[in-house]
């Protein structure tokens, strides 16, 4: 199986020498040109794969579409497709099981694995948030609500905070929380995170009237939308030749499945945390959209190559019948 250190497919990927003064004064430079490989390996150089968090990206984008279970053989195939040795992914996996996200099933001498009941119900809720574009998010309106910290201890408070901002919540004040399009099951499932108790009466607003000047205002005052400016410039970055290459050139199974997850690794980190606010709230050159966009582009044509890779690698519990999910062809507004 060929992993990100691959060889290149047929295309030169040449490079300038390391110490560039050696170079003779009248040389030109060498031409730069991409491969599926190259791109693959200087995006996982830009950003070291974490095992656990590659193998939730893999269930949400890729198992869960398939029935949500999967052998653990499976899952040491495809991660190994990254570098992944199969004693870390083991190990990796049995600590998912143990911090709740995964639970495991043992059939004789195998264990499948798929997502625990809780994560599973809110991945369900948080798939609009990832392959939805921006606008049909905004129609799902406004959510406020207060934090009883007194209600809970300091460890739970911190763990929900971060729980907030990792699904683009803003604090509109001390222990108020804003946001402006998220639906309202995953705000329920999110809100109740540090218990029942330590969260006021959630308000929910299909509009607010609010005019550009105070809308711009509202988020600088709630939200820090550098890091997520920076994670979605850092996408399109490593992504971005993609559209040319896929023109030219159709990647093997292999390619398209490492292409799908990685993109997938690197998107959803920064959609989740993208409130999706109004565009009058926005820069003009705001990255969100394009990034998007790009994910439209790409996404759909490695579907036929990533598909048939799963459909040889993932194996399920004996007998299992899985039926084919026809939204995952709608991702990204694909038809």
């Not at 984008?61 to 991660?79: C, E, F, N, Q």
């Amino acid at each position: 199986m060929a992993k990100l250190e691959s060889g290149n497919r047929g295309t030169a990927d040449s490079s300038l020498p390391h110490d560039a003064s050696k170079v003779a004064p009248h040389s030109k430079p060498a031409v730069q040109t991409h491969s599926f490989a190259s791109i693959l390996t200087a995006a996982a150089e830009r950003r070291p794969v974490r095992p656990k968090s590659l193998i939730m990206t893999i269930f949400g984008d890729s198992i869960v579409p398939r029935g949500g279970v999967v052998w653990l053989g499976s899952i040491v195939s495809m991660t190994g497709l990254f570098g992944l040795s199969e004693p870390l992914v083991r190990t990796s996996a049995l600590r998912l099981t143990y911090d709740g996200w995964l639970k495991r099933e043992q059939v004789g001498k195998r264990s499948f694995y798929s997502m625990a009941e809780e994560f599973a119900v809110a991945d369900t809720a948080y798939q609009s948030r990832i392959y939805a574009p921006g606008a049909e998010l905004r129609m799902n309106g406004w959510t406020i609500f207060k934090l009883f910290k007194e209600k809970i201890d300091r460890k739970t408070a911190f763990r929900l905070r971060q729980e907030l901002a990792r699904n683009g919540f803003g604090q509109l004040a001390p222990h108020v929380f804003i946001h402006p399009s998220i639906g309202e099951t995953a705000a329920r499932h999110i809100s109740t995170a540090g218990g029942r108790s330590a969260v006021g009466p959630i308000f929910f607003a299909d509009s607010a009237s609010i005019d550009p000047q105070t809308l711009r205002h509202l988020a600088d005052t709630a939200w820090d939308l550098t890091p997520i400016r920076e994670s979605y410039n850092e996408f399109t970055a490593a992504f971005c030749r993609l559209p040319d290459l896929l023109a030219r050139e159709v990647p093997n199974m292999e390619e398209s499945f490492a292409l799908r997850t990685l993109m997938m690794h690197y998107f959803r980190r920064a959609a989740l945390r993208d409130p999706r606010l109004p565009t009058a709230a926005l820069d003009d050159d705001w990255p969100g959209e394009r990034a998007y966009e790009l994910m439209g582009e790409v996404y759909p044509k490695l579907l036929p190559g990533s598909e048939a890779y799963l459909e040889q690698t993932l194996e399920t519990l004996p007998g299992q019948v899985v039926p084919k999910d026809v939204r995952l062809y709608r991702r990204f507004g694909s038809v």
